[in-house]
C-alpha cells in the first residue's frame, strides 16, 4: 500500500485577516492540486511529519524505503527548495532508519529524531538538528544509545537544546524503566554520556512523554500498570530538575487519570502543563501546576480512539487535531475555554476536511503556524508524498 500526504489547514481569523501582497502556496492550492513532495511510485514512503520552518518555509520529514528518513523544505510560494527530499544525514542511505518524529527547534529549524532496528548493526537512537534554511547541523546524526525500542519522544528544553526519553527493558530494568537525555544547542550530553534513568519503579512504565517546565526541567507522564490499574493503565507525572533529580516527593509519581488509550503534552507558559489524553471516545485536557496540582480538567475536547495531538498556538492558546475519518479541531486557552464548535452544542470542533480513502496504518501529524492550523493527512493511494493547504471555513 502507499501513501498520499495532505496538509489541511484552518484559517483561524477569517473574517479579520487582510490578503498578503503575495499569495502563499497553502492559501490558493486545492485538494486537485496536490503539491508533490516524493512522487516514485516504487518506493515506499510512510510517515510524514509537517512543521514550520523559517522565512515562511515547511519543512516536511518521512520515511524513506531506500534512504531512511528524508526531508524536503517547501517555501513559502510552493516552490521545493531541494531537487530531491534530503537524507536526514550526510552518511550512507540506510532504510533501517524508522519512525521519524520531529519538533520545531523555536528558531525556524528542527531536531528530529529516529530509531534504527536491533537488526542492524547500528541499532540504537539518533538524533539530528536542521537549521531553518534545511541544513543538516549535526552531519552524521548523533548517536544516543546502542539500544532501540518503539517507545521514544523528544522535546525542546525552553533553552535552545532539547530532552529526550525512552522506555528501557534490557538487562538491569525493572521490567520497564524509563531513561533520559538533554542534549544543547550544540549536540553535547548534559546527563553524561550515557544519560540517566530517570523513573526505575517496580511497575511498567511506558509510552513516556516530555515537555519543559520553563526553568531547564522537565515534566513526564507515563502509562502505569501498577495496582490497581492492572486492567486499564493510569496516567502518572513526576518533575526532574535541569539536572535530572527529582522535584516532586513521591518516588512513585503523582496520579492523573485511569484508562488513556493516548497522551502527549504541552507547556502552558506559565510554568505548568497542558495534557491532552483519552480513550476509546471522547478526549480530557488537564491543567497541571508547577507543584503538581491540577488547576483544571475538561472533557469532550477531542474525539475518536486515537490519531489525536495537542499543539502549542500563539501565547495563552492551544490546538487540538484528532480524526476518525474526517479530520476535526479545536482551539483552546490556558484556562480551559472552548474557541471553536464544541460538544456544548452538539458540534466535533472545526471541521477541517474529509478524508474518504483515509489510511489507519500512518498517523496524521498536526501543526500550527500562525494564524494556520494545519493537519498532514495520509491516505492509500499511489505512493506520492504531496501537500495541499485548501482554506477552510466553519
Not at 288 to 315: A, F, K, N
Request: hydrophobic share 35%; glycine share 12%; aromatic share 18%.
Amino acid at each position: 500500500m502507499r501513501f498520499k500526504i495532505f496538509l489541511l489547514l484552518i484559517p483561524l481569523f477569517l473574517l479579520t485577516l487582510t490578503a498578503p501582497t503575495h499569495a502563499w502556496w497553502f492559501e490558493y492550492n486545492t485538494p486537485e492540486e496536490n503539491l508533490p513532495i516524493a512522487v516514485d511510485e516504487n518506493i515506499w514512503e510512510s510517515d510524514p511529519i509537517a512543521l514550520p520552518s523559517g522565512n515562511g518555509s515547511t519543512l516536511v520529514v518521512f520515511y524513506n524505503g531506500e534512504v531512511g528518513i528524508c526531508y524536503q523544505l517547501i517555501d513559502r510560494y510552493g516552490e521545493l527548495v531541494f531537487p530531491e527530499p534530503q537524507s536526514i544525514v550526510t552518511g550512507p542511505d540506510d532504510s533501517d532508519r524508522y519512525y521519524p518524529k520531529a519538533i520545531s527547534d523555536g528558531d525556524g529549524g528542527a531536531f528530529v529524531a529516529w530509531r534504527v532496528y536491533f537488526t542492524s548493526p547500528n541499532q540504537g537512537y539518533y538524533i539530528q538538528h536542521l537549521d531553518s534554511l534545511g541544513n543538516r547541523v549535526w552531519d552524521e546524526g548523533i548517536q544516543l544509545t546502542d539500544w532501540e525500542e518503539s517507545d521514544f519522544t523528544l522535546n525542546v528544553d525552553g533553552q535552545g537544546g532539547l530532552y529526550f526519553a525512552a522506555k528501557y527493558t534490557g538487562p538491569g530494568s525493572n521490567g520497564s524503566d524509563i531513561w533520559a537525555q538533554r542534549i544543547d544547542a550544540d549536540g553535547q550530553f548534559m546527563w553524561g554520556d550515557s544519560g540517566r534513568f530517570i523513573l526505575c519503579l517496580p511497575y511498567n512504565e511506558r509510552y513516556p512523554e516530555i515537555t519543559h517546565d520553563g526553568n531547564g526541567g522537565l515534566y513526564i507522564v507515563w502509562e502505569d500498570w501498577r495496582s490497581p490499574y492492572t486492567t486499564a493503565g493510569a496516567l502518572f507525572m513526576q518533575r526532574f530538575d535541569e539536572y535530572s533529580f527529582q522535584v516532586w516527593p513521591d518516588p512513585a509519581g503523582i496520579f492523573i487519570y485511569e484508562g488513556a488509550w493516548y497522551h502527549d503534552v504541552i507547556p502552558d507558559g506559565e510554568g505548568g502543563f497542558i495534557l491532552h489524553t483519552g480513550s476509546a471516545t471522547y478526549g480530557y485536557a488537564f491543567r497541571i501546576g508547577s507543584d503538581g496540582t491540577t488547576l483544571w480538567s475538561r472533557d469532550h475536547v477531542s474525539w475518536g480512539s486515537g490519531y489525536q495531538e495537542i499543539v502549542p498556538g500563539e501565547p495563552g492558546y492551544f490546538y487540538l487535531g484528532y480524526s476518525w475519518g474526517p479530520m476535526y479541531a479545536q482551539r483552546m486557552d490556558v484556562d480551559g475555554n472552548f474557541y471553536w464548535p464544541d460538544w456544548s452544542i452538539g458540534q466535533y470542533g472545526a471541521l477541517m476536511g474529509e478524508l474518504d480513502n483515509f489510511d489507519h496504518g500512518s498517523y496524521p501529524d498536526w501543526a500550527y503556524k500562525y494564524p494556520y492550523f494545519f493537519a498532514g493527512c495520509p491516505t492509500a493511494c499511489c505512493g506520492i508524498i504531496s501537500l495541499t493547504c485548501p482554506p477552510m471555513s466553519f
